[in-house]
């Protein structure tokens, strides 16, 4: 199987030691990706975003990526919009203490919306991480209240939901045209009961968790079927292990190195092969109106023994660690 240039429209990099862990293992096999804000502090200036992304570049030294930059929403003017808009991808929305480095997100989304509309009147893309601070597994659900009313309030403005986990969100995307969204590798494939259900695997612990094997089910089916709105987003979010393996275990899941063997192995078992270069790259220069750098990534139906540990300052677990997965990497051409 043949990919060419896929894109991971949700990931995070982080910066100093574990952006060079784990930069390059996106810009080998990827063509570019969109990358979150989230750094502590929040990269909310476009000379931080020019900074970050200088960073980025140095850490991933000849491959060709391009880095799909995001600011941190805040309150933005009209002229520091228009300044940064020829430098980003969109703006990324985090409710306050939703998730990993979100305690500077927004408070209350009124309070947003003249930001939102001036958003709107320039076209620059509005991404969300849409979770209230309702009961966990209620969370999203709650939330499509509001996209109801962003999406109906701001028709022009195009929002992403980020990492959707419910068939719900699924279902929203059919119901308004300006809604997209991205769908991670490991909602397809878990439910709560992999990440809690027997032993407690903090390994598959992520914002939002992982939900019933009917939202599963939905997520999948969209995907399989590279629902013209739906995207490709990791969301693949690396922790040191220490914060994984503790008692308060950070959020996120490490996929960034397997996600393309997986997706292969996925989309070839529901005998759907012929979907995912939609699902894993046309969809999302379709939505965003990129064109990333050419890349062929060729997978083959050979076992790979996943690393238990990826990097060697501080190491991070990778989904799937120490198991055989059926799909390998056999060749990139950049
Ligand atoms: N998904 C996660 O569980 N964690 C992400 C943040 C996010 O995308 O919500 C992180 O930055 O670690
Ligand atoms: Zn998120
Ligand atoms: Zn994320």
Same mark, same amino acid.
């Not at 809690?196 to 089910?217: S, T, V």
């Not at 922790?239 to 994984?244: A, G, Q, T, Y």
């Given at each position: ?165 419910? !068939? *719900? ?7 308004? /045209? %300006? @809604?997209? +969204? ?7 494939? &878990? ?72 997706? !292969? *192995? ?7 092969? /012929? %979907? @995912?270069? +939609? ?7 379709? &939505? ?47």
């Amino acid at each position: 199987m043949i990919l060419n240039s896929p894109l991971d429209m949700h990931l995070h990099l982080r910066d100093g030691e574990m952006l060079g862990q784990v930069g390059k293992l996106s810009a080998e096999s990827f063509s570019g990706a969109v990358i979150m804000p989230n750094l502590v502090p929040p990269v909310d200036r476009l000379d931080m975003v020019h900074d970050y992304r200088g960073r980025i570049e140095s850490a991933i030294g000849d491959h060709v990526f391009d880095p799909f930059m995001t600011l941190f929403f805040r309150e933005y003017s009209m002229e520091e919009l228009e300044a940064a808009k020829p430098h980003i991808i969109g703006i990324k929305l985090y409710p306050a203490g939703a998730t990993t480095n979100s305690e500077a997100g927004v408070k209350a989304i009124d309070a947003a919306e003249p930001t939102i509309r001036r958003m709107e009147e320039l076209g620059i893309p509005l991404l969300i991480h849409g979770e209230t601070h309702g009961f966990v597994m209620d969370r999203e659900k709650e939330f499509l209240e509001i996209y109801r009313h962003l999406a109906t309030t701001f028709p022009k403005l195009r929002i992403t939901m980020e990492h959707i986990t419910t !068939a *719900d969100a699924v279902k929203l995307l059919d119901e308004y /045209e %300006n @809604l997209f +969204a991205t769908v991670t590798l490991q909602h397809l494939l &878990i439910t709560l009961d992999d990440v809690a259900g027997g032993m407690l695997n903090p390994h598959l612990f992520c914002k939002p968790i992982a939900k019933r094997p009917e939202d599963r089910a939905a997520l999948l089916d969209a995907a399989l079927k590279a629902h013209p709105k739906l995207m490709f987003g990791s969301d693949s979010a690396p922790h040191p292990r220490h914060k994984k393996e503790c008692c308060g275990c950070a959020a996120g899941v490490f996929t960034a190195p397997i996600a393309l063997q997986v997706l !292969a *192995d996925l989309f070839t078992k529901n005998g759907c092969a /012929e %979907n @995912l270069q +939609a699902f894993i790259s046309d969809n999302a220069q379709r &939505i965003y109106g990129v064109t990333p750098p050419a890349k062929k990534v060729k997978l083959v139906q050979r076992p790979f023994d996943v690393p238990a540990t990826y990097g060697d300052v501080d190491p991070v677990v990778p989904m799937y660690a120490g198991e055989t997965i059926a799909w390998s990497i056999e060749s990139i051409d950049a």
